[in-house]
């Protein structure tokens, strides 16, 4: 496995998360109901992200304070522990509620399995990992992987959805979690990366034959704003992107983050839910474009869909379930169902129940 990818997460007192010690793979599929965990277990991912932005504070706050994010909040809870293994490094964390609502560091520390815990600090409010990169190369080995997350979610297609609305056209460092600057950053891999470009526009076709292409240019009346506009094959009258359909257009979101250019792709890949709208044949589609992105890059997905299960090993999923008013994440046993899947598929035996990830009374 990658160095640079999650080998392995523990997570205790994490919303419906009352403990958790889970190993990660390359490619990480998880099931499970409504309600479960799923969306708690992918939201961790965005809690790191904010907290190496130097924005915890601001995270805790806008999710309603720490008794949110605590397990049933602080009168059960006390803090929120976290370690993160990268293969033979670490990055571990204490999380403490404070009187005036804030969530303060009990303990941070880097870790190496040769020698245990590298002590950063404790009693900030605030991440104080750059600080020790000039000490440390467990530092190489843990952050620049973590900072390049992206957890994405292309659920709004509505008609105020910002993936239609005009942006900066400089706007193109990397694929927004949101897809709001689709139309640059295809302009972008237009211009710097043809022949990945191309790959998603043919893709795109594969699902959507009526698909000519792009047109990404900057705004005739603002150099420095452009909008998603695409045109019909063998036609050349652009149509904005309110006339893709909400399946076809969260599909180019989907390929434009499975095939952008390695270097461009976050270490580990996290998606909400990709199925939505889309047709059999589309998720078909997108189960080949996920398991040959994990050759490269991690790739954590969440589904409800027994199609997109259907089209994965179970050496690859992840089941959340909810026992007592907590959430249970476990990996399945391939060599006990190995008799089962002799006669049926994964989503038949989850619809079964035989996974497990089902509602239960």
């Known amino acids: 496995m990658n160095p640079n990818q999650l080998s392995r997460i523990v997570l205790r007192g994490f919303k419906s998360i009352r403990e958790c010690d889970l190993e990660l793979r390359e490619l990480n599929v998880l099931i499970g109901p409504n309600g479960a965990g799923k969306s708690n277990f992918i939201g961790f991912f965005r809690l790191i992200q904010q907290m190496l932005e130097g924005n915890l504070q601001r995270y805790v706050s806008k999710q309603g304070g720490p008794d949110a994010l605590l397990h049933f909040g602080r009168k059960k809870t006390e803090q929120i522990h976290a370690e993160l293994y990268f293969g033979n490094n670490g990055y571990k964390f204490t999380l403490e509620p404070t009187q005036d ?9 880097f870790w190496w399995n040769m020698k245990g815990d590298w002590t950063i600090s404790s009693g900030h409010f605030e991440t ?46 990397y694929l927004r979690p949101d897809a709001r600057n689709l139309a640059a950053f295809l302009y972008f891999l237009q211009d710097q990366h043809p022949s990945h470009y191309k790959r998603i526009v043919k893709t795109i076709r594969l699902v959507a034959p009526f698909f000519g292409d792009f047109l990404l240019r900057p705004q005739p009346d603002s150099k420095d704003q452009i909008e998603l506009e695409w045109t019909e094959k063998g036609e050349d009258v652009p149509f904005k992107a309110h006339l893709l359909s909400d399946g076809t257009l969260r599909f180019i979101c989907l390929t434009t983050v499975l095939i952008q250019p390695e270097e461009l792709q976050p270490e580990t890949i996290l998606i909400d839910e990709p199925e939505l709208g889309l047709h059999p044949f589309a998720i078909n589609l997108l189960a080949s474009l996920l398991r040959s992105t994990s050759k490269n890059k991690q790739v954590i997905v969440s589904t409800q869909s027994t199609d997109l299960l259907n089209e994965f090993s179970s050496e690859d999923v ?42 239960t009374r």
């Open 101 to 109: 609502n804030r969530m303060m560091f009990a303990e941070e520390n």
């Open 128 to 173: 104080e990992v750059e600080s020790q990169k000039r000490f440390t190369r467990i530092y190489d080995y843990t952050v620049p992987p973590m900072k390049s997350w992206r957890l994405y979610h292309f659920h709004d297609t509505s008609d105020s959805a910002l993936v239609k609305q005009r942006h900066g056209i400089n706007d193109n460092l």
């Open 318 to 359: 992840v089941v959340a379930d909810r026992t007592e008013g907590y959430t249970h994440l476990h990996r399945l046993d391939p060599k006990a169902l190995d008799a089962w899947l002799n006669e049926y598929s994964l989503g038949e035996l989850w619809q079964k129940n035989v996974l497990g990830g089902r509602p």
